[in-house]
């Protein structure tokens, strides 16, 4: 970021911003910037395709001396990776903590102080041994102001197949569905594998099966595309979401009473509402696919992202490419560089459309 | 076993023998044993039991000096435990790996020779790390005759409920049920949990759920009580067991053909048939309950035994004792000093009843 000439700031949990001062410091900043952590035995293209091409988008609008950008930044964010380990702290990356923390989650600030991981050490104390002397009152310094930005684009690789299948390189997103996760906890008894009765059993493995396959049921029920579910249920239509979740509860305790195992725990985990693309953003976007001649799908992203967080402090966007048979999650992740390219050239175009309105 | 003025010899997978010899050291000897390995996080009577049981046994023989006992062997095995650690192999304890070869299994024999731990260490390196220098064509020796023994006799907690909840201290055992176990394996697509539409998702996990669930369907629908199935399917009667494998086969593939996955393997890994109590044994058994003015009851073992293996080579018996709640191979595994000490005189009493015949 310093060879960009980016003035660099690291926040209490290792956010780190590149700020690029425009012409004019004083108007609110076009942001853009992901994440490089995800789950384990993940990709390297789910999130470092933002954080990179971030980079190469600024490179790109630093060569083109056409126009003077009036305030630009870009802003990226490492934590789990270099901090605390990859999902050493669920939060970390399956609830977005950096996005959630500077959108001024208070519940997370709460939640931070509290949680530890598997070792029984807490957030707070991994932070210190790794360098990052954060005190649990400091956790409010990550918020950003509500005013921070003028807008937020996020470039991503779909995650999804439909790019892909239909040939289309550019996916503008219209809006991000975000996932209620819930933990369920079933308690029975444990037995020997032949000696127990079947009508003696309490078997919460198979419990558990049919929960399985009860979420499963409600969300096909739904009667919508757009609802999803597995370990969590996702839609973009928060109401319809939520009917899912309060099914598998009456699910879970029916399957409860009827196995004669006790449903110990019933706990909703988040339940973030979805989020909606800003239309200035969307129309610069598509501003941007029409000047570089790049056909574009308005789609919406049923994997939540930063992006989802971002929207609560600022006017928010997101590019799509496509991604080999839309795999993301696993070592097979792919993005070809042409279609990168595309969404840097994306990203430049749409940040440069933004910094001149 | 020295104390006892035993001679001790160990074969070649570690199989420890202590024999008595009597008055007639021509005749085949009646024998007893059990196991000393057991699950992981298991208790630690299941098995136990049967072999400090049958010391025990032994030494309340000698000290009855009123007979000149003919002839008694009291045999131990250890290996799981002592040499490969428990459940290296999983057929150390689950498939009854001692009895299994000490009964002539050939098939059993091919197996070692080919299997590794999940360090891909064979079975035979394993061994000879731990000191056991075995050839693999040594294995063979562990064989034992046909006629070396005139009676095998195991004590054993009962690892199910019954004779706890009726009150009856001593079990006699007129048949062992065998379980019937499957290697199945599904392959389907990994994905994003929010990104691939439902319709397009060909999810193992859901499958395996559905399969757990026809399992236990399938087991049901047998209407016997004496069939039972988790992780396997167990009966007492060979082709009523054997009919519910085929079933959940058949479910398997259908399940995978609606699901759009793979059944990738449908392995049948053990079949054994079930075996029956010898009637000289179960009638020195019920002689033995008699003279000690013990109730018993005459029942099957769901749970499978060394003795299963056993009565491929020797008339065979099991005496069970209660346990708390039937609660076995997890640590929850207890029996009373009290019904361990009438299980110790029922064996000692039936081992002196089968030598004097």
Known sequence: MKQLGLSVREDAVGNIFGRWVGSEAELGAVATGSHVD????SGKYDGVVGVLGALE????????????????????????KKILGVCRFSYVHSLKMCSRLMAGSKELVQSLKRTVDNHNVSFVDAADSAGYKIHPDDLHNVFLNQDAYFAFIELHIEQGPILEKEGIPIG??????????????FEGNGGHAGAVLMPARNDVGLAAAELALA????????????????VDVRDVDEKRRNDVIEKVHKSAIDISKIRGVELSEFKIINQDPPALSDKSVINAMEFAAKQLSLEYKLMISRAYHDSLFMARISPMGMIFIPCYKGYSHKPEEYASPEDMANGVQMLAL????LSLE
């Open 215 to 230: 979420v499963e049921k409600h969300v096909l029920e739904s009667g919508s595309i757009d609802t999803v579910g597995t």
């Open 172 to 185: 503008i997103v219209t809006a991000i569905a975000a996932p209620a996760s819930i933990k369920v906890e």
């Open 57 to 80: 988008a600024i490179s790109v609008l630093q060569r083109k001396t056409l126009l003077a950008w009036p305030a630009c930044v870009i802003q990226v964010w490492f934590p789990a």
């Open 350 to 353: 749409t940040m440069a459309k």
């Open 38 to 41: 995800a789950i384990p035995f």
